[in-house]
């Protein structure tokens, strides 16, 4: 059966279609992280807590959609990417899943006593299901920026070398760091348009100009250490876009300075970190002048620009081999097949608009200030 989509074609599509989700994860769960890992910070009494968290209070379970969406595209989409990277990265997967458990939960149970010990232990536990998840997905990235140890045996069985303290370098902490700076900023932003005016407001502008900041150092300096450190994997050898997926007939080479060289071939791209500094620098604007919304379409623009440097520069690679670059996987070495690839595009085709939909019809329902006033009158709040 001839399909209307060639299959280098479709392999381009879904590779972007990855990118949209981790782009959308990171827009609206990003912002519930955020808010969590600033909550003992930003806010001192309970009031001011309960008032924080009820920023997120209706929308956070339905923004882990893109958790799951993200996840579901990997496991469908890149069945070898989804087979190493969640059984060597085990540990780490774990440790965030773990710090994800204590949200929903802190969130339910915060409020059921009225014990000032007990509510400070959940709050504490809400800033570690926000810090934890965003500090692991950043040096997650930067590892697999660097490569992960692994290697594929004759009959494509993946074997992981590494260890969970290896996954935490220089070059991958800096990545953490990062990663956790650009969701406070978006978390900060999302304060400054969900809780009412007053000292919370302050603190969450306080903490962002911070976080704005960091971000811009933090992503100027990861950037100044794959050039100097000439980091990189390129394809050698013949590359089939169309062929059968499997990833010993790829010839890859580790190269220095390779994950800069599609800026050179498509210029276009560099507009990806453009974006990751003006937007930070846009956010930054937004707080310090306190115009809310253009500190959130700051940090929204910054996210887009830093998770797009990476995809960018990376390409074709999804997942390196930093002990055997041979197996190293790629956009058009590690994808389901073509009848696979395609029926699941047609089921996005229908799906995808109905949750962006459904999603922005939710955000526009619940828009508006969340104040201490409404914590007295409003039983549904947490």
Known sequence: MELPLDYATLRLIWWALLGVLLIGFALTDGFDLGVCALLPFVARTDEERRMVINTVGPTWEGNQVWFILGGGAIFAAWPFVYAVSFSGFYLA??????????????????????????????????????????????????????????????????????????????FSLVCGLLSVAMLVLHGAAWIGVKAELGPVQARARAFGTVAALAALVLFAAGGAFVAWSGMGYAVTGALDVGGASNPLRTTVEAQAGAWLTNYSLYPWMMSAPVLGFAGAILALIGLTTRWSPLALTGSSISAVGIISTVGLSMFPFILPSSIDPQSSLTVWNASSSHVTLFIMLGVTIVFLPIVLAYTAWVYKVLWGRTSTADLKTNPDLY
Do not use: C, H, Q
């Open 93 to 170: 997967m774990f440790l965030v899943l773990a710090a994800l458990i204590l949200r929903p939960v802190a969130f339910k149970y915060r409020s059921k006593r009225p014990s000032k010990a007990w509510r400070e232990t959940w709050d504490w536990a809400l800033f570690v299901g926000g810090f934890v998840p965003a500090l692991v997905f950043g040096v997650a990235v930067g590892n697999v920026l660097l490569g992960a140890p692994f290697r594929l045996d004759s009959d494509l069985r993946s074997f992981y070398e590494g260890t969970l303290l290896g996954l935490f370098t220089p």
